[in-house]
């Protein structure tokens, strides 16, 4: 799932991005080393093949590639559309790299990342070198920190299902329906939807599968000269860990998975998205909870409770009157649910909310609504969402009767009503798809997969706690580490030294340390401004 909020089809916005997987089953008696195809694990082979022979022909990133500043320099790895046919038609991958900061001595390798989504792009990573994150200083020295666009995405051949300026008009109609008339016109825009997606970009929806983005990693991996890949995903990018791992076990070196989705075959994707509403209620309580300790700071309420009923009035009063002309319920969920996927969000969305409520509406607005004139920001909006929905909708089959929707939803709605009618209309477009929907790998362990690393906080969102629980079941060998009584999406990249210094000892010497399995306490509370003089 993409870890940031995503505005959707439907005119609402998602709780998490983050989730997508599949192939059709094989044949019976298909000869074959892996599962997922005879003829995509022979195409594959053939691509990996020229790619180790190419190379990528690395040079300063184009200005228009986002900042992305010298020395990281930036590529592209040439992949086959369809991996039953190698030698037809092909798209380019974007990739970008910081070499490794230490000797040659010290260096091990490429460690390849996937941020998530399905629909983020990785080119951020190697600017973790370049900023000299503390955090990731020892591991620089032994690798070169590689990004790459998946297919579909940004540079990499993307993908689009409606106009850009279209999508991020607001408001959009608030999710929660107030009765058959409005689930009516929902529906009537996942289906606007879907067909946009055909129709603007039909001819690469069969191949925009999580099946797929695995094999153009292992043919990034030979690009790279790698005969083994290092790996770190994020998010949905655990779940293209996990798919890759299951296919290609001999070819990982090391690998670690954080914040996992849960990879089995009858949870990708629509049973996935209905547990996941339930997680955001949990932590957007926590988040009530946190605010309501800080009533000095804030003033939005003494209690949870209270600091409930300040969101709902907040949410009705958007409702009938759209903050600014552009922010009302639907934008305001994008907005508000940023503090239940990232502790690092608690401070800002309560400090706007806290604004707002003494009379300045301009951050909220400036937040939550649009800005129609960032042309480029809406695009990679557009493209991440029509991957997000091209690859959750082609990984697995969904339910086409509107009926199971509909009684699903309003049953979890009933118990986790944060943004359970969101998470609906985003992925109700892949109840009329045009494209072809596979079936899920079955993620296990095979002949020559290492030991992996698995990090997860117990109090997920976006990823509830039970996918690690799952994978560390399938992935024999897996090391779980825990963040107890933590709930922020993306655990690797905070600073919690049980976890950081864990995560360095895995890397840089392939030893899974502290026992089979670890819990550590979270890392730090965020900590409120300064509390100020009067309410």
Request: charged content about 20%; some cysteine; proline content about 7%.
């Amino acid at each position: 799932m993409r870890p940031n909020a995503i505005a959707g089809a439907a005119g609402t916005v998602l709780a998490g991005t983050l989730v997508a997987g599949f192939l059709a089953a094989p044949t019976a008696g298909a000869a074959q080393a892996v599962p997922g195809g005879a003829a995509e694990a022979k195409g594959v082979k053939i691509a990996a093949e020229r790619a180790a022979k190419s190379g990528v022909k690395w040079q300063d990133c184009p200005a228009d590639w986002g900042q992305l500043p010298k020395p990281i320099q930036c590529g592209f790895v040439t992949v086959p559309v369809d991996y039953a046919k190698p030698n037809g038609r092909t798209i380019q991958i974007a990739v970008d790299r910081a070499k490794s900061t230490g000797t040659a001595s010290e260096r091990q390798g490429a460690l390849v990342y996937n941020p998530g989504g399905p629909g983020g792009s990785g080119l951020r990573f190697p600017t973790r070198v370049t900023s000299k994150n503390p955090l990731y200083v020892n591991i620089a020295k032994a690798y070169d920190f590689v990004g790459f666009d998946p297919r579909g995405v940004g540079r990499s051949a993307p993908i689009s299902c409606v106009d850009p300026q279209e999508f991020a008009k607001a408001p959009k109609a608030d999710p929660v329906p107030s009765g058959e008339a409005d689930k009516r016109a929902q529906r009537k825009l996942a289906k606007e939807y879907a067909d946009g997606c055909f129709e603007r970009s039909g001819d690469l929806l069969p191949y925009l599968t999580t099946m797929n983005t695995a094999r153009d990693v292992d043919v990034v991996r030979a690009a790279l000269g790698e005969k083994k890949l290092n790996y770190l995903g994020v998010s949905y990018g655990t779940y293209l860990g996990a798919v890759y791992g299951t296919l290609f076990p001999s070819h990982v070196r090391r690998m670690i998975v954080d914040s996992v989705v849960n990879p089995a075959q009858d949870n990708i994707w629509y049973k996935a998205n209905l547990e996941q509403d339930i997680a955001f209620e949990g932590r957007f309580k926590d988040w009530e909870k946190w605010v309501a300790q800080h009533d000095d700071a804030f003033h939005l309420g003494t209690t949870q409770a209270t600091v409930h009923q300040n969101w709902l009035k907040l949410r009705a009063s958007a409702k009938a009157k759209p903050i600014g002309g552009v922010v009302g319920p639907a934008e305001l969920i994008g907005w508000f649910q940023k503090a239940a996927y990232y502790d690092s969000s608690w401070v800002p969305v309560a400090q706007t909310w806290s604004k707002y409520v003494a009379g300045d509406e301009k951050p909220l607005i400036e937040a939550a609504g649009p800005n129609m004139a960032d042309k480029a920001g809406n695009i990679a909006a557009e493209n991440g969402n029509a991957v997000y929905t091209a690859v959750e909708c082609a990984d697995a089959k969904w339910p086409t009767n509107w009926n199971k929707w509909d009684r699903d939803n309003t049953r979890v709605d009933r118990q986790a009503p944060f943004m359970t009618w969101s998470n609906a209309w985003m992925n109700l477009p892949c109840a009329t798809w045009k494209g072809p929907q596979y079936n899920p790998i079955e993620v296990t362990t095979h002949k020559g997969l290492p030991q992996t690393l698995i990090v997860q906080s117990d109090r997920d969102a976006a990823t509830p706690y039970e996918g690690a629980v799952e994978l560390h079941k399938r992935f024999r060998g897996s090391q779980l580490i825990t963040e107890k009584g933590a709930g922020s999406h993306g655990v690797t990249g905070l600073v919690n030294p049980c976890i950081n210094t864990k995560v360095d000892a895995y890397l840089l010497t392939g030893k899974l340390t502290g026992g089979s399995d670890v819990t550590c306490t979270p890392h730090a509370t965020p900590e409120p401004p300064k509390a100020t003089a009067a309410k």
